[in-house]
């Protein structure tokens, strides 16, 4: 792995700023000197995550989780810390001239026998597409406007019949395993056979570009399906993955907007209209995973569903889904009832970047979708109608439009529900405890321990006092804490605390230390006097500590002279304990 100099990489830290980072991922909302975000890393609804702007750290108080802005950036996209602060150059406009690589797709090791087959799978069909079994499939693409460029782009190929991809992938010397686990080929009565043959096939991606598996369609009319999807397999699960996401992540990033699609032939169609920040969700059914991949992309959902009953059902769905993960979503003004490509096929591409520029909020769907499946001349139904709908304004951060929605919720309904849908006060939420050393510091030495911690990052003068009259703390891992803010000392004449989570190299001591910084009992100043009290306290402590130790020797000595000396030095001790 390339190594940049510790400067530079300071200076990078220096220079960005972690609320444009995160931002950059994710909404964040001002709250007092600092921000506070729904936490993308574990299944957080609530903002349980702040961005201190000072300090220049993350934390989340629901999973602990907490870092720099490198930090984010290594947890939020997978990648190592060399490509987390070339990431964060990048978006900071920071000059970075080292070289790190090229980015290519993380890959699980054990998932890589399969991802080869599949790469040889798309080169192979890719050719195959323009050989001449092929070109009934390659004319009929470009009769459907799908030019070189984007067979190229999406690496759409054509598989044969008479089990020649198998036979391919057999000659490449992959395993008969592999190949089988991959779900291109199945084991029949009649020995290996390919799934997908005699269609054309789009390759399916994960989040990271590694292919795994294929979306595939017949040309003629036939008794068999039109579209057939890879089945579940060790590296594809259809519920965890947007296809094109890993092409369309950063388009969205960008501009602030992703459209959501059923199909892949639907993203096909918006790239045809010039729309690369398109995703599918290979079916209707949404879930909690394919919307947090949404989330990670900090972008407005314009959801493109089919004008079908079914699609309309899909879209309120979504709408539910997404409104407990935090998405921003607008549905797209689809008067013609046809999917993308169909719109295209009917009305030409102009008709299609029209439509996709014409959007109504969630909130305004729902109501008219609802309206249709309630008789609102029926009081009861017309009360659960009102109710359905008032349950999910009230969840609307922005007080004008819950206004709005009320107010149009009254015309459609009668119903005025402003003060029956308050949402109750979160309440907040503790810290979780998962290490020993994360506990919640105990009355006593444990106390004086955090609140020397606490001082030691406030001033270097602390440092000084602290390795002439202790030198250590009782409790190993806040003492390694503290040894390493005092060799931060010996080059920097301040902490900042992104920087010492730099130096820093066990997660333990990382986390620690943010649980440090955000202590609520912290003094904000520097006190010499709290300095030095807690100093006192300990001492105190541990002689408390050798007296009782010293005691209990006693008890079990029968010699008197033996006993005398024990008693001589617990009277030192006591001596020097006064002196505290």
Known sequence: MARIPENVINDIRNKSDIVDVI?????????????????????????????????????????????????????????????????????ENIPFDYDVGSSVPKVDPAKKALYNVLNDAIEFTSYELKSQEGKPFYEYLKSRNINDAILEKFQIGYNPINDKLYHFLHAKKHSDED????????????????????????????????????????????????????????????????????????????????????????????????????????GTAATDSQCKLIRYTNAKVYLFYDGDKAGQEATYKFGLLSQKQGLQVEVVKNELGLDPDEIIETYGIEELQSICKKTISWIEFMMNYLAKKFNLANYSEKKEYA?????????????????????????????????????????TQTIVENTNVLRKPQP????????????????????????????????????????????????????????LLNALEEK???????????????????????????????????????????????????????????????????REKGDY
């Open 179 to 282: 190949i089988i686990k991959t779900g291109v080929v199945r084991l029949t009565q009649q020995g290996l056979r390919d799934v997908f043959y005699h269609r054309f096939m789009i390759p399916i991606h994960d989040s990271y570009g590694n292919p795994v598996g294929f979306t595939a369609r017949i040309i003629d009319a036939s008794s068999d399906a039109k579209y057939i999807n890879t089945s579940d397999t060790p590296i594809y699960s259809k519920g965890h993955l947007l296809f094109n996401y890993h092409r369309a992540k950063d388009e969205a990033r960008k501009s602030g907007i992703i459209y959501v699609v059923e199909g892949a032939m639907d993203v096909l169609a918006l790239e045809k209209a010039g729309i690369t920040n398109g995703v599918a969700t290979l």
């Open 387 to 427: 109710k359905l709908v008032g349950e999910q304004i009230a969840k609307l951060k922005d007080d004008f439009e819950k206004e709005n929605y009320y107010s149009l919720l009254q015309e459609y309904s009668g119903f005025d529900l402003r003060n029956m849908n308050q949402q109750p006060q979160t309440p």
């Open 508 to 574: 333990e001591m990382k986390e620690l230390l943010l649980h440090v910084v955000d202590w609520k009992l912290a003094y904000p100043e520097y006190s010499d006097v709290l300095l030095r009290d807690s100093i006192k306290k300990i001492k105190r402590c541990m002689m408390d500590e050798k007296i009782k130790n010293l005691r209990q020797q006693a008890t079990e000595l029968s010699d008197p002279k033996q006993k005398a000396n024990i008693a001589v030095e617990i009277a030192k001790l006591k």
């Open 23 to 91: 931002s950059h991922y994710m909404p964040l909302d001002k709250k007092g000197k600092n921000y506070a975000g729904v936490c993308p890393f574990h299944d957080d609804h609530d903002p349980s995550m702040s961005v201190h702007v000072d300090k220049q750290i993350y934390r989340c108080f629901a999973c602990g989780a907490g870092g720099n802005v490198f930090t984010f950036v290594q947890n939020y996209e997978n990648v190592g810390f060399v490509e987390a602060v070339k990431r964060v150059a990048e978006i």
């Open 444 to 499: 006593g030495i444990e106390v004086a321990q955090y609140h020397i911690l606490s001082q030691l990052l406030l001033a270097k003068q602390a440092g000084e006092i602290f390795r002439h009259e202790l030198g250590f703390l009782p409790t190993d891992a806040y003492n390694q804490l503290a040894l390493a803010m005092i060799n931060h000392y010996r080059e920097h004449d301040t902490i900042e605390v992104a920087d």
